[in-house]
């Protein structure tokens, strides 16, 4: 068990630009989620998959956001036409009922977006 | 899920019991109380969770009280590595793992050498 990773830890791009973000979570885990979290404030959810289908999502996750998880496994997290209210750490966890009874939800590092 | 209501901050002498409160008046009986911590510029670490009985494992104690109303998360011997932000979560029906956890602002937890 080699935790939740994600990619790249940190990305500073220019409002307007695109940019695109993955998760890898624990393997055997069927379910992952986003979230976000601003300053000073806890993660806000934005989306879930069960295997590759994307089942809820936020109202936080406007048209700019999409989010696929393909084959089931890894997942990725695109923004298209970022704005600096994107700006904000982006969370991947993971969890499974089958292994931990509970679906207790397992995080990643998170990926620190700065939006100029 | 439930709305919970932590206190903003909280000192505890490194070496001592920190004792984290949590309000949960109005969980559900099938929602689970979940614990998470989030030390500085690292994501949410899974603590401890439970329904009706409490619970210890290896970072912590969870006492819930009998009309499920309120919790407290113990760290039995706070170190310096234990200061963080700790939420208080009331899970979905489904444990957390259907839905998305809800997370409010936390308690920030100093450990005060």
């Known amino acids: 068990d080699t935790g939740v990773s994600q990619n790249p830890r940190h990305k500073i791009t220019k409002r307007g630009q695109n940019v695109t973000f993955r998760c890898d979570p624990i393997s055997e885990h069927n379910r992952l989620y986003w979230y976000r979290q601003t300053l000073g404030q806890g993660p806000e959810f934005l989306t879930y998959f069960q295997n590759e289908a994307q089942l809820e999502k936020s109202r936080l996750l406007s048209d700019r956001f999409s989010a696929e998880r393909p084959k089931g496994s890894f997942s990725t997290l695109e923004i298209q036409r970022t704005e600096q209210g994107d700006s904000a750490m982006y969370l991947c966890a993971s969890s499974s009922r089958r292994t931990s009874g509970t679906g207790t939800q397992y995080f990643g590092p998170g990926t620190r977006l700065l939006v100029l | 899920d439930a709305k919970t209501t932590q206190p903003t901050s909280m000192d505890c002498a490194e070496g001592r019991a920190a004792n984290l409160p949590c309000n949960h008046s109005?969980?559900?009986?099938?929602?689970?109380v979940y614990w998470y911590r989030q030390i500085h510029s690292q994501g949410p670490q899974y603590i401890i969770h439970g329904l009706k009985n409490n619970e210890t494992n290896e970072m912590a104690s969870l006492i819930i009280t009998e009309d499920r109303k309120s919790s407290t998360l113990i760290l039995p011997h706070a170190t310096l590595r234990d200061t963080a932000v700790y939420y208080c979560?009331?899970?979905?029906?489904?444990?957390?793992?259907?839905?998305?956890?809800?997370f409010g602002k936390g308690t920030h937890l100093i450990i005060q050498p």
């Open positions: 109005t969980i559900s009986g099938n929602e689970y």
């Open positions: 979560i009331g899970g979905s029906p489904s444990g957390g793992g259907a839905d998305g956890l809800t």
